[in-house]
């Protein structure tokens, strides 16, 4: 008689009825079946269940890839004159798309020129031109108007969108004004810490900004430039004529325009902020990261 082993990683014996005999009767007959042991029954369903989970993850990649192809938000945001963030950029974006904004003034800053274009979608849409607020209800009707808009895309491009790394040059114990052309952000350092961004504007091709460490050897609040006829607030002169300032045609236009050579700088609040700050004799760097 074959014992039945209890021992699941052992080989079993299972009961066959064989074929009846020549009298009728039928016996039942023991005969071994081979089955896989235990070890490699457990590894064949732990295997399927690693394809199984693999299969998971590769779906769940592809659905992350294919939310990567996003669309601006028709959520409103609040964007406000003078200010620089994804908000603005959301609602450029949106202007350009039904026609009242060049795409090349999607900077993500709110100037006079998307004011102007917040203002003649307010009289397209029968509501009075006003400041070029946006409102909710202007929001809505520009969400409406221009539908579904694809967000723009965050690879490839221009270097200046690249991450810069701040030169080492800035990271002093004082005051600094740190200067990235990559990046064409302008950062107000002190200690060795980024405490103001701004973005910032470079001289033409035919007048570029120069590079090197520098240091601010005058200020001027109400500065005016006889060579150009234009307006120069918040001068810090650090390199003969080169100077950091504000300049209304940046905070206008954005980088459709460039220099004589100086540092233009758009955010007049923050620069404020900075010029009452910077000493003369503090340190300037301009580079490339």
Known sequence: MTRLSSDPSRDESTAVAAPATDDGTQHTDLR?????????????????????????????????????????????????????????????????????LK?????????????????????????????????????????????????????GGSSHASKGVIDKRCKTNGRVMCIDKTTRKLYYMNKGKVIKTLDARFGCSNSPTRNGTWKVFRKVRHDWSRAYGSAM????????????????????????GCSHGCVNIRDKKTLTYVYNRIHVGDRVVVYWS
């Open 233 to 256: 607030p918040l001068s810090m002169y650090f390199s003969g004529g080169e100077a950091v300032h504000y300049s209304s045609d940046f905070a206008a236009r954005g980088y459709a």
């Open 32 to 100: 071994p079946t081979r089955r896989l042991p235990f070890a490699a029954r457990i590894g064949l369903s732990g295997l399927v269940a690693i394809m199984m989970a693999l299969g998971l993850l590769v779906a769940g990649n592809a659905a992350t890839a294919e939310a990567k192809t996003t669309y601006l938000t028709t959520k409103f945001q609040h964007p406000k004159y003078g200010q620089t963030n994804s908000a603005v950029k959301n609602l450029q974006l949106r202007l350009a798309d039904v026609g009242l």
């Open 103 to 155: 795409k090349k003034y999607a900077t993500s800053y709110f100037g006079s020129i998307t004011r102007d274009a917040v203002k003649d979608f307010r009289h397209s849409v029968g509501m009075k031109r006003g400041k070029g607020t946006v409102t909710k209800k202007v929001w809505k009707k520009l969400v409406k108007k221009s539908g579904k808009v694809k967000a723009a895309s965050s690879t």
